[in-house]
């Protein structure tokens, strides 16, 4: 799987049930390649991502991409968002936790590639 150079990335995935607030995030790891020193990147989503069922988006580059209405929060290794790196492999995880309080669930997949 390799995202688009320009650091923006389409996603899609579904909720089987509603979530609890604040908790879909989406945590993208540097596993290998060029050096990410901003790694972890995570992004909280917001309200409207926590409802059940299918949602999808063009998630822009990570810097400006709080901007956006479906996005709470981006930080980069605790901080301020910065870029994905082109070149770096990244393991990118989808968590959530139910509106019960239940244990987050959440699933990764390995082997992501920022590239042209």
């Known amino acids: ?7 923006s990335f389409a996603l899609d995935f579904i909720l089987p049930e509603a979530a609890l607030a604040n908790s879909v995030k989406l945590t993208l790891t540097y596993t290998s390649g060029t050096a990410d020193s ?4 995570i992004i909280t989503f917001a309200t409207a991502f926590e409802s059940q069922g299918q949602h999808t988006m063009t998630v822009p580059a990570l810097s400006g991409a709080a901007s956006s209405s479906n996005i709470d929060t981006v930080t980069s290794n605790g901080g301020t968002a910065s870029a994905l790196v082109h ?4 393991s990118v995880a989808l968590e959530c936790q139910d509106d019960h309080s239940n244990s987050a669930a959440s699933v990764t997949h390995t ?6």
């Open 1 to 7: 799987q390799v995202l688009a150079q320009s650091g």
């Open 111 to 116: 082997g992501v590639e920022v590239g042209a």
């Open 38 to 41: 901003g790694s972890p990147h």
């Open 87 to 90: 070149g770096a492999t990244y």
